[in-house]
């Protein structure tokens, strides 16, 4: 079935400092979406990409939907203590009810 | 608007015992899943619903049950627990296919 590759596992970062993170597939998809999940809460929503090339913003975070549909990026610009968690891609598989796939995650780590 | 409810948020049982994970949403989203998260694994999908009265297989469904009587709720069961279950559970729902989901808190559930 369909997987997604994330990366980093995980990351260790200084307060400030910008984050880059990505997924990456063998299959195409029509739709890449990035979720955080904080300690002891479910994954909350943060970018929805739905065409292949798309750039989105959402305050200091920037997403793209790569150009050849199997893959997209996370970046976070000037982290603060706060973007702390485990980030995770999805994607949704256009296939009969469309379900959604997700990669292992991110953990970042910011010392402050 | 509470959204996507789960209870309970901790349970611990016995191996080869039974029970319900509740889900309900109040938002009037047709389709709804269940998930498991595992450490280093992502978000697996168990079982999903396009509506009341209809639910499919996902990923890993061997273990559970699902059943969609109404719009609203959408319970897990574990008819004989094992350890290999123990694992955080979430519940999320969406108002159609291509939209994102939204995740309930999860239950955290431990197999002895």
């Known amino acids: 079935g369909q997987q997604l590759n994330q990366s980093p596992q995980s990351m260790f970062i200084q307060e400030g400092e910008d984050v880059s993170m990505n997924c990456t597939s063998s299959s195409i998809f029509n739709t890449w979406l990035w979720y955080k999940q904080d300690p002891g809460e479910g994954p909350v929503l943060l970018i929805a990409l739905y065409k292949a090339g798309e750039l989105t913003s959402n305050g200091r975070l920037t997403a793209q939907f790569g150009i050849t549909r199997k893959d997209s990026f996370l970046n976070i610009s000037a982290s603060i203590p706060s973007d702390v968690g485990i980030y995770f891609c999805?994607?949704?598989?256009?296939?009969?009810?469309?379900?959604?796939?997700f990669g292992q995650g991110t953990r970042l780590t910011i010392n402050p | 608007n509470a959204g996507v409810t789960q209870t309970p948020k901790f349970q611990v049982l016995k191996t080869g015992q039974s029970m319900t994970l509740q889900c309900a949403q109040d938002?009037?989203?047709?389709?709804m899943s269940w998930y498991r998260q595992d450490p280093g694994m992502g978000l697996r999908l168990i079982h999903y619903?396009?509506?009341?009265?209809?639910?499919d297989q996902g990923e890993v469904p061997n273990g559970y049950n699902v059943s969609r009587s109404t719009t609203e709720d959408f319970p897990l069961r574990l008819l004989s627990a094992a350890p290999s279950q123990t694992s955080v559970y979430f519940c999320?729902?969406?108002?159609?296919?291509?939209?994102?989901?939204?995740f309930g808190d999860g239950t955290r559930l431990s197999i002895l």
């Open positions: 938002m009037n989203h047709e389709y």
């Open positions: 999805a994607a949704l598989v256009f296939q009969g009810a469309q379900k959604l796939v």
């Open positions: 619903s396009v509506g009341a009265g209809i639910t």
């Open positions: 999320a729902s969406r108002v159609s296919p291509n939209q994102p989901q939204h």
